[in-house]
């Protein structure tokens, strides 16, 4: 079966340091990989998706970026958190296209900028 | 672009009561996804509808989509406490899934 890991958890950073979220599928192979943000009480923002290794589409402008070293590895990054970069931090993955298959969520890191 | 809005934002209901959330694109979808997250936790899919005017079931759960492929609903007949949670519908169209802002339902026992 198919298991997707996200970490970590939790993270509590200052204003101005980088960040590094990592996110692995296991069990798949060729998945297409999502990196989204909710805001509390908020619903779900679309940041990054890939189709394939080193292929990134980035859905809205802003100082995050994201990463696909490997197939089934996922990254996101910031060279320097924003307060407004706080939320809660989803990596999905699907077979095939996204909205034609089943988004599969992993448990998500929890970031407050402080 | 795209728009997908969701009513009500929270709806709270005292247990055994119905509870319905509506789902509205402002375009015409391909299709439409259903998923729930439970407080603390991460969106769990519960259904795709495809088809004008299609209905599904799941247990006490309705899931419709219009005959215009521009709006969606969801009920639950007769809540029970393990419903609580943010209900999300996420819309298609073209190449685009596009998530509503969700439904937070709380239920009193």
């Known amino acids: 079966s198919q298991t997707i890991h996200q970490w970590p958890a939790t993270l509590v950073q200052p204003v101005g340091s980088p960040l590094s979220l990592e996110c692995t599928v296991e069990?798949?192979?060729?998945?297409?990989l999502y990196w989204y943000r909710q805001a509390a009480g908020r619903g779900l923002q679309l940041l990054f998706y890939?189709?394939?290794?080193?292929?990134i589409s980035s859905e809205v402008p802003q100082n995050l970026s994201a990463s696909r070293p490997q197939d089934r590895q996922f990254i996101l990054s910031s060279k320097k958190l924003l307060l407004s970069d706080s939320g809660f931090y989803l990596c999905?993955?699907?077979?095939?296209?996204?909205?034609?298959?089943?988004?599969?969520f992993g448990p998500g890191t929890r970031l407050t900028v402080l | 672009g795209q728009q997908v809005m969701q009513i009500p934002q929270y709806q709270h209901v005292q247990e055994g009561e119905d509870f319905t959330t509506y789902c509205n694109s402002s375009?015409?979808?391909?299709?439409i996804q259903w998923y729930k997250q439970r407080p603390g936790g991460h969106p769990v899919f519960l259904i795709q509808?495809?088809?004008?005017?299609e209905v599904k079931k799941q247990k006490r759960l309705t899931f419709q989509f219009g005959e215009a492929k521009k709006n969606s609903s969801l009920h639950i007949t007769a809540t029970q406490t393990t419903d609580v949670g943010t209900y999300f519908c996420?819309?298609?169209?073209?190449?685009?899934?596009?998530f509503g802002g969700g439904t937070r339902l709380m239920v009193k026992p």
């Open positions: 999905a993955w699907t077979r095939g296209e996204r909205g034609t298959d089943t988004q599969y």
């Open positions: 069990g798949t192979s060729n998945p297409n």
């Open positions: 890939s189709i394939g290794i080193g292929q």
């Open positions: 375009t015409t979808l391909s299709n």
């Open positions: 509808l495809v088809k004008s005017g």
């Open positions: 996420a819309g298609l169209a073209g190449n685009m899934l596009t």
